[in-house]
């Protein structure tokens, strides 16, 4: 059974950083990428970054410069390093491992919260 499981979220202040980290186990596929989503209270599930099996990267345009996604293959674990952080990063953060376009595993979510 595939378990997703996040860490890393917290509070921090406004131009501070997190480090979140995302650790899939059970895998007896190939994964074809990994990435981080966002929720923020009201608002639909967004694209933060995801990088494929073969390291190439995708960023929303608003964290572009910001933050920076890396994977270990080895490990099946996925990092997003979030430097420069804003109010309007507040969310909860998803990690997803995609099997195929069509099959995907998601973590239960970790807190990021900025202060102002």
């Known amino acids: 059974q595939v378990q997703v499981v996040e860490s890393g979220g917290g509070l921090v202040q406004a131009g501070g950083s997190l480090r979140l980290s995302c650790a899939a186990s059970g895998i007896t596929f190939s994964i074809d990428a990994m990435g981080w989503y966002r929720q923020a209270p009201g608002k639909q599930r967004e694209l933060v970054a995801r990088?494929?099996?073969?390291?190439?990267?995708n960023y929303a345009d608003s964290v572009k410069g910001r933050f920076t996604i890396s994977r270990d293959n080895a490990k099946n674990t996925v990092y997003l390093q979030m430097n420069s952080l804003k109010p309007e990063d507040t969310a909860v953060y998803y990690c997803?491992?995609?099997?195929?376009?069509?099959?995907?595993?998601w973590g239960q979510g970790t807190q990021v919260t900025v202060s102002s």
């Open positions: 997803q491992v995609q099997r195929t376009p069509l099959v995907a595993y």
């Open positions: 990088i494929t099996g073969g390291g190439r990267t």
